[in-house]
């Protein structure tokens, strides 16, 4: 089988074709929805954390948003990716072809709604009279990357182990909850009690997040968090992909 | 001695039984002991030992009765099982297709169906794109080409995968019970189509519970019992004991 970069291009591109055209038939509406749900989201918490319980943070929903609209491309993959090889079991079993495609496209498709709601953070840095610096052409291409290759990773290892262990969607439903909330993004990473800080690093998507934040509403990108951010990635594809590579020929027969 | 495009060199093939761990985690925590013997000890034998060979150009015909293990001999061709023991060769470009219009997907239309399809099989867009005039004429879809395959009937959806498959110029086809769906006409026209490609030196592999279908084009046929070959040769003596039992 010729596997030459053109047709894995190719692949890609029909294949995510095809995902957002099964999504949305109407590519302008299925934009609306893609920024509606984290907005939606924005605004229960910015009720819950200013309105009622009277949080001290000035621009508290550009706040919000710079957090959540990252974090939305990261919870929408993983909670769709258990499922994906299942959905697909009819290509799977007829078709030989690299089967790491399915959860990629996923990933770049959620990907490409995230790039398209940074406008709506532009509009709101707009509202708040805050400036929107140069550092946002390096920043946002690099934290792209890193994000990718995190979500990726965990989005092969966890499409891949579902479809022995058909449960496993559950346990995925119950952690993206967990980390959404042990992650800083209704709160700032400097609220944490001292005894806690340094466990924050632990969790892959803390360093992330806070740095999608502080590029967008400080123009700044630290490099720490960078690096921390950097290796989880590199770790998570590694990991994925061994683990896609060990059982993914076995993917025909258990379906 | 023609060149084989085949090769199959004592092939055999079992699944263990996925279903005791399917059941998830929490199953398989619970009853780790037990499942884990289980899973080991169990293993489905669907192959046993198999050795046999396809020419280039030759039509192949695979018969027995249900469960023998046709499909997993296709599956094997297609490259989407491996086998548990032996070797399986397949000198070939693009990927053959299991089954018609499989990864058709019914929110899209059929001629977005027809991209997904033959870059699925290894084509590039570019490729798929010069063929696609002549897919949708072969197909007789007309107006409907632009419609989501829901709307069609399984009739229609077949005559698409047809036409993909026989516009995209293969060298090799693998084609699993497809002469049973369609109208009359249509189904003339794909024998038609699949005699000409024999005459254009396609390599065909043909599993089907027609005598009739096998008899009118294959060459060969391998008719497999009990997970093993019972027998194999030209067309005429295989397809007469395989009718007297």
Not at chain 2, 190 to 198: A, E, H, R, T
Request: a positive charge; proline letters at 4%; hydrophobic letters at 50%.
């Amino acid at each position: 089988m010729k596997q030459s970069v053109r047709y894995l291009l190719d692949l890609i591109i029909v294949l995510t074709q095809k995902e957002l055209k099964v999504r949305y038939k109407n590519n302008v509406l299925g934009y609306l929805w893609s920024v509606a749900n984290p907005l939606a989201f924005a605004f229960v918490f910015y009720i819950a954390f200013k309105t009622i319980m009277k949080i001290q943070m000035e621009n508290f929903a550009l706040f919000l948003i710079a957090g959540l609209f990252p974090w939305q491309w990261f919870a929408n993959s993983i909670s769709s990716t258990p499922t994906i090889f299942l959905s697909n079991a009819s290509i799977i079993k007829k078709v030989n072809f690299p089967k790491n495609i399915i959860p990629l496209t996923i990933v770049l498709q959620d990907m490409i709604h995230f790039i398209l709601s940074i406008p709506v953070i532009m509009l709101f840095m707009g509202i708040y009279h805050k400036p929107i610096g140069l550092i946002w052409f390096i920043g946002i291409p690099i934290l792209l990357i890193i994000q990718f290759m995190i979500t990726y990773g965990i989005a092969l290892a966890v499409s891949s182990i579902n479809l022995f262990f058909r449960d496993l969607e559950r346990l995925i439903t119950i952690l993206v909850t967990l980390i959404l909330y042990f992650t800083p993004i209704f709160y700032p990473e400097t609220m944490l009690p001292a005894k806690f800080a340094p466990y924050l690093k632990l969790n892959p998507l803390a360093p992330l997040i806070v740095s999608w934040r502080n590029l967008f509403l400080k123009n700044e990108l630290d490099v720490t968090y960078l690096m921390i951010s950097f290796g989880y990635g590199l770790l998570f594809l590694t990991l994925g992909y061994l683990i896609y590579r060990k059982l993914y020929w076995k993917f025909a027969e258990v379906l | 001695m023609i060149e084989p495009v085949i090769i199959f060199r004592n092939v055999s093939k079992s699944y263990p039984q996925y279903h005791q761990i399917t059941g998830g985690f929490k199953n398989f925590i619970f009853h780790f002991p037990k499942s884990m013997r289980a899973f080991k000890s169990t293993r489905y034998e669907s192959l046993k030992d198999i050795s046999f060979e396809v020419r280039k150009g030759e039509c192949f015909g695979i018969i027995g009765r249900n469960g023998a293990g046709k499909s997993t001999t296709l599956g094997l061709m297609a490259g989407v099982l491996r086998p548990t023991a032996g070797e399986v060769i397949v000198k070939n470009r693009v990927s053959p297709l299991l089954e018609l219009g499989a990864g058709f997907n019914i929110e899209l239309t059929g001629r977005e169906n027809i991209y997904l399809n033959g870059v699925l099989m290894g084509m590039t867009r570019r490729e798929v794109a010069k063929k696609e005039k002549e897919i949708i004429e072969f197909s007789e879809l007309g107006e409907f080409i632009d419609q989501p395959i829901r709307t069609y009937s399984l009739g229609m959806v077949t005559r698409l995968g047809f036409s993909v498959v026989a516009c995209l110029n293969p060298e090799l086809l693998l084609i699993d019970e497809i002469l049973s769906v369609g109208d009359m006409q249509f189904q003339e026209k794909c024998l038609y189509k699949m005699l000409d490609f024999k005459q254009k030196g396609v390599t065909m592999v043909l599993v089907s519970h027609s005598i009739v279908d096998i008899e009118s084009i294959c060459d060969r046929v391998m008719w497999i019992e009990n997970h093993q070959i019972k027998m194999i040769g030209i067309t005429e003596p295989v397809a007469k004991s395989y009718f007297v039992t």
